[in-house]
């Protein structure tokens, strides 16, 4: 059966506490949220549960979610050594922009 996660992460600090946008990994995650299509399940993860999380987007057949490659995965790459980019990935936010050629 196949698992499609879907996925949103939060912050702990904004762009402008960490020096702007080229210091995504020290944003710090405060929440993340996933739901699973084989289980029908939400899960929250706090900071604490990051590698719990890492796992979950690991194991999934495929993770859909916006601006995931550019931003969510940036910010947990702060809490794995996990190769994220290799996660079967659907960027709902890439797909936008290679359809109308801006952000």
Do not use: C, W
């Not at 990994?25 to 929440?31: K, N």
């Amino acid at each position: 059966m196949q698992n499609v996660v879907f996925f949103d992460l939060e912050t702990q600090k904004s762009f402008q506490e960490v020096g702007g946008r080229q210091n995504l990994r020290l944003l710090g995650m405060s929440v993340a949220v996933t739901y699973s299509s084989a289980t029908g399940q939400y899960h929250d993860y706090l900071e604490r549960d990051a590698p719990a999380l890492v796992r979950e987007l690991l194991a999934a057949s495929l993770v859909v979610g916006f601006n995931v490659r550019s931003f969510d995965y940036e910010v947990l790459r702060a809490y794995t050594t996990a190769r994220l980019e290799t996660i079967p990935t659907v960027d709902i936010l890439t797909d936008i922009y290679n359809q109308l050629g801006f952000r």
